[in-house]
């Protein structure tokens, strides 16, 4: 068997890159949220080359643990490509989020000009999920942290949508920056989200899932961001068929679809609108 890094590409990949190869120079593409600090090298280094190769221009990988995070800012260091994200998934805290931890992640926020957001935080209010109290406070103290380093919030919403918009409207969250990332909310959702100063992160949900599609004809463009949340999906037994940065590609071709907008133009205004977010100029 290929080495991972050499396997034959899949037909995502293909998909991909006949998408950006549709325009002969292929417009610069950003993937809002990932992460990419769970693969191995090999893995990653063609990963980096496809995405590359697909037009991408900028990937961030974001933390779920204290550790994940170091890792994040690491590859970020090592990787033109990358850029990170530092913070904890709500899954992944064990109890109250306290000082020590904040002050872990403040430090490597501190510790990389590639530190772009604070990321990943949220609400995830499935049966299994940590206490919700618990979960809750950790996001508060994600948005005064990112509020005190002038950084944007990514965070993550998952059966929690009418539990998070209070919590982000009380945090003022307009005036930190944030995205919404993996959205899978409807136009209501989003309109609110937008109206506190969110930016919308669409991925691959959008090119199967309808109800999202009518979503997204009310979302402005100059509000949205793409993203895949690639990770290793183990459960794919097809390694070719893993999602991965260079499939953001196919997220904006579904979006200029929707639109009725050029592929270009909605890769140029995402790119810009993420720039824009997270405060890079």
């Known amino acids: 068997m290929l080495?991972?890094?050499?396997?034959?590409?899949?037909?995502?990949?293909?998909?991909?890159?006949r998408a950006a190869a549709a325009h002969r120079v292929p417009p610069p593409l950003c993937d809002s949220h990932t992460h990419l600090d769970q693969f191995d090298d090999a893995t990653l280094e063609g990963m980096l080359a496809r995405a590359a190769d697909a037009g991408v221009v900028m990937i961030v990988s974001v933390g779920t643990t204290l550790e994940s995070s170091r890792r994040a800012v690491e590859l970020a260091e090592r990787h033109a490509l990358v850029y990170a994200g530092v913070g904890l998934h709500p899954q992944d805290i064990?109890?109250?989020?306290?000082?020590?931890e904040m002050v872990v992640l403040r430090r490597l926020a501190l510790s990389s000009a590639k530190v772009v957001c604070?990321?990943?935080?949220?609400?995830?209010?499935?049966?299994?999920?940590p206490d919700r109290r618990w979960?809750?406070?950790?996001?508060?103290?994600?948005v005064r942290l990112a509020r005190e380093l002038g950084?944007?919030?990514?965070?993550h919403a998952r059966e929690a949508y009418e539990d998070i918009l209070p919590v982000l409207r009380e945090e003022r969250i307009g005036e930190v920056g944030a995205i919404w990332h993996y959205f899978?909310?409807?136009?209501?959702?989003?309109?609110?989200?937008?109206?506190l100063g969110c930016y919308i992160s669409l991925a691959k949900p959008l090119?199967?899932?309808?109800?999202l599609q009518e979503a997204v004809r009310e979302i402005p463009l100059e509000r949205m961001v793409l993203e895949t949340d690639s990770y290793p999906q183990l459960f794919k037994k097809n390694a070719a068929r893993r999602t991965e940065p260079a499939h953001v590609a196919q997220v904006a071709e579904k979006v200029a679809e929707i639109k009725g907008v050029a592929f270009a133009e909605v890769a140029e205004a995402t790119t810009a609108n993420l720039r824009r977010a997270l405060r890079m100029g």
């Open 135 to 142: 979960q809750e406070e950790s996001l508060r103290r994600h």
């Open 118 to 129: 604070v990321s990943e935080t949220g609400l995830d209010f499935q049966a299994a999920s």
């Open 151 to 155: 950084k944007a919030v990514d965070f």
């Open 3 to 17: 080495p991972p890094v050499l396997q034959a590409p899949g037909p995502d990949y293909l998909r991909s890159l």
């Open 184 to 195: 899978q909310g409807d136009a209501r959702h989003a309109a609110e989200a937008i109206g």
């Open 94 to 100: 064990k109890g109250p989020v306290g000082d020590a």
């Open 207 to 211: 090119l199967r899932e309808t109800a």
